[in-house]
Nanobody, 120 residues
């Protein structure tokens, strides 16, 4: 069983930056960030495996960067040039697949989420 705790969400204006963190209580093979806006399906944002191989959604490529600190068992999502359409609840997830995937089906463990709100 892996427990995940997200932090770092908040409210910013368009063009601002935030860094999300996800602390894991157990070992993960892959983990990723997902987001869900009201009335929309959960969307994969970025994923990373323990070797540092990443996958990033087209919608955030060039603006969001996923990284990890294996010694701290913590994953990060650096978000820059934020837009109002980035507003959503952001979730951290962990799974056992070998390849980082931004599909929710690859993940068995989920955090409670942290809210990101971008105002225009």
């Amino acid at each position: 069983q892996v427990q995940l705790v997200e932090s770092g969400g908040g409210s910013v204006q368009t063009g601002g930056s935030l860094r999300l963190s996800c602390q894991a209580s157990g070992n993960t093979v892959i983990w990723g960030w997902f987001r869900q806006a009201p009335g929309k399906e959960r969307e994969g944002v970025a994923a990373i495996n323990r070797d540092g191989i990443t996958a990033t959604a087209h919608s955030v490529r060039g603006r969001f960067t996923i990284s990890q600190d294996n010694a701290k068992n913590t994953m990060y999502l650096q978000m820059s040039s934020l837009k109002p359409e980035d507003t959503a609840m952001y979730y951290c997830a962990a799974g056992d697949s070998s390849f980082p995937s931004i599909s929710p089906t690859a993940y068995a463990y989920w955090g409670q989420g942290t809210q990101v709100t971008v105002s225009s």
